[in-house]
């Protein structure tokens, strides 16, 4: 159902279509590849606000505020035009995408495309699909229960992609943070985006190959990819909430809790988890 919170969650991680895209990466190309309400838009603002800095025409893309020239989300291009489409974009370019790493074939033989993974509390995650669901769509009433939002999500339950079905947040992540195909990845927990911005600006300036920034440069990034501000240019923005951190607390149950905790674990067990400290999700 297109008019459930599982119907459009379901909707903006289908990935039908992407594998047949067919991109030639370049250099500068960024993929920010995330779980969905995982901080997505603002680290592709970001990534653009870090690239403007050095771009130099005042008519680029860029510059411009024309973000369909140099950005796109991969799961909304088609594959009779996305490719055409995605060649025809200035660079740099920045792609996003909710897709699991092994749905992405254009990407095993280019190793040029630097890719940046945020990763967030999938219990936090779980109240702001419910949040934006219901901010964006006219749920029917018996739907309208938090428990009941995220749970085929997080359990594993229903994972037909190739039916264009929902992604769920184990595997996505767990493609990542493996990393079979030793792709340039960094890796960025949202946690650290929220907590320490700067900082994790600065990273991720660090990753895109651009000399360090002053305190100040630092500053300007912060206050210019700030919620606030970013909702004055992202009309897609509109009715969302600021994510928090812990978010869920008085509002998921226990039995909830413990049913995503326990997939938390499960990918903790998987990873190398001196790199990803996904236990301090197990505490929050």
Not at 65 to 81: A, N
Not at 128 to 151: C, P, Y
Request: glycine share 6%; charged share 30%.
């Amino acid at each position: 159902n297109p008019n459930s919170a599982e119907g459009a969650f379901s909707f903006c991680t289908s990935s039908m279509g992407l594998v047949n895209l067919n991109i030639t990466f370049r250099p500068d190309d960024v993929l920010v590849a995330t779980f969905p309400r995982s901080g997505t838009t603002w680290t592709v603002e970001i990534v653009r606000l870090l690239h403007l800095r050095h771009i130099t025409r005042p008519d680029h893309p860029l510059s411009s505020g024309e973000r369909k020239l140099t950005q796109c989300f991969l799961e909304l291009m088609t594959p009779e035009k996305g490719s055409e489409q995605i060649e025809a974009m200035e660079s740099p370019r920045i792609f996003k995408t909710h897709a699991y790493y092994h749905e992405c074939k254009f990407l095993s033989e280019e190793k040029n495309c630097k890719i940046i993974l945020v990763y967030r509390d999938p219990k936090d995650i779980a109240c702001s699909v419910f949040d934006h669901a219901n901010a964006k769509l006219d749920l029917q009433r018996g739907e309208r229960k938090l428990q009941n939002v995220g749970r085929r999500f997080f359990e594993g339950r229903n994972l037909s992609r190739s039916e264009g079905g929902p992604a769920d947040w184990l595997d996505l992540n767990e493609g990542y943070m493996r990393n079979p195909s030793n792709y340039n990845i960094l890796y960025i927990k949202y946690e650290d985006l929220k907590a320490r911005t700067g900082e994790t600006i600065s990273r991720i300036n660090s990753f895109l190959g651009y000399p360090p920034l002053t305190k100040e440069e630092e500053d300007e990034v912060v206050w210019a990819s700030d919620f606030e501000q970013m909702k004055k240019t992202h009309s897609e923005l509109a009715g969302n909430t600021e994510g928090r951190i812990g978010s869920h607390k008085d509002r998921l149950s226990a039995d909830s809790v413990g049913r995503i905790n326990k997939r938390v674990r499960e990918l903790r067990d998987r990873v190398d988890e001196s790199r990803f400290n996904l236990t301090c999700y197990l505490n929050q």
